[in-house]
């Protein structure tokens, strides 16, 4: 089946401890995306990547890193979380990117932040 | 950056009614897409209208398209309470790229 795989689904964690949410896709797609979705702002980018080793900053990158070693996976790390990213997080990927097309989302992650 | 703004916020009907939903843009596109998202899960893509479309139908979904206005709409026809969700429309001239609106929350009640 085609997906989007996230983990972990849900995530509590104390400020400063590093985090890691994985995003894998089977669909060879070579775009992926990250978003946060907060209630009232909608889904915000944060970063996305146009394939291995190609990846850019969106509209609110601050505090997170990602990378893309490989075309399937696209983690985000959070090096020193606070509170102000809690969250529902997005992993996206999609066949085309020059041209608009269909984006294929995983199922979140609710990171929560103390 | 925010391109799309759905209205209204939420809406409320009956199962067998009709749901209109709409969203404005600020910017040219050239092309716009709805989207699903059931409670606190994944989107799921609905629909994908060109620039130079004024209207697409996807069973019992149908978007149209006014450039001129810089708004669509997304009409579910005979509801049913599975359709109950938020849907977004997204912009952009590529994936990288594509902007979500804040959503609309829309309940079908049985």
């Known amino acids: 089946e085609a997906q989007v795989t996230q983990n972990p689904r849900y995530l509590i964690t104390v400020t400063g401890k590093k985090l890691t949410v994985t995003c894998s896709q089977n669909?060879?797609?070579?775009?992926m995306s990250w978003y946060r979705q907060d209630p009232g702002l909608g889904l915000r980018q944060i970063y996305y990547?146009?394939?291995?080793?190609?990846?850019d900053k969106g509209d609110v990158p601050e505090g997170y890193k990602v990378s893309r070693k490989e075309k399937r996976n696209f983690p985000l790390i959070l090096e020193s979380p606070s509170p102000n990213q809690t969250s529902l997080y997005f992993c996206?990927?999609?066949?085309?990117?020059?041209?608009?097309?269909?984006?294929?989302f995983g199922q979140g992650t609710r990171l929560t932040v103390v | 950056s925010q391109q799309g703004e759905e209205d209204p916020q939420a809406l409320s009907i009956q199962e067998g009614e009709n749901a209109t939903m709409n969203c404005s843009y600020k910017?040219?596109?050239?092309?716009l897409q709805w989207y699903r998202q059931n409670s606190g899960r994944g989107l799921v893509h609905l629909i994908l209208?060109?620039?130079?479309?004024r209207e697409k139908h996807s069973g019992r979904l149908r978007v149209t398209l006014d450039t001129s206005k810089k708004s669509s709409s997304l009409l579910i026809t005979a509801s049913r309470a599975a359709d109950t969700a938020s849907y977004f429309c997204?912009?952009?001239?590529?994936?990288?790229?594509?902007?979500f609106g804040t959503g609309t929350r829309l309940l079908v009640s049985p």
């Open positions: 996206a990927s999609s066949p085309q990117g020059d041209r608009a097309s269909e984006a294929f």
């Open positions: 669909m060879n797609h070579e775009y």
């Open positions: 990547s146009m394939n291995v080793e190609v990846t």
């Open positions: 910017t040219s596109i050239n092309n």
């Open positions: 209208i060109r620039s130079n479309e």
């Open positions: 997204a912009t952009g001239r590529s994936f990288q790229k594509l902007v």
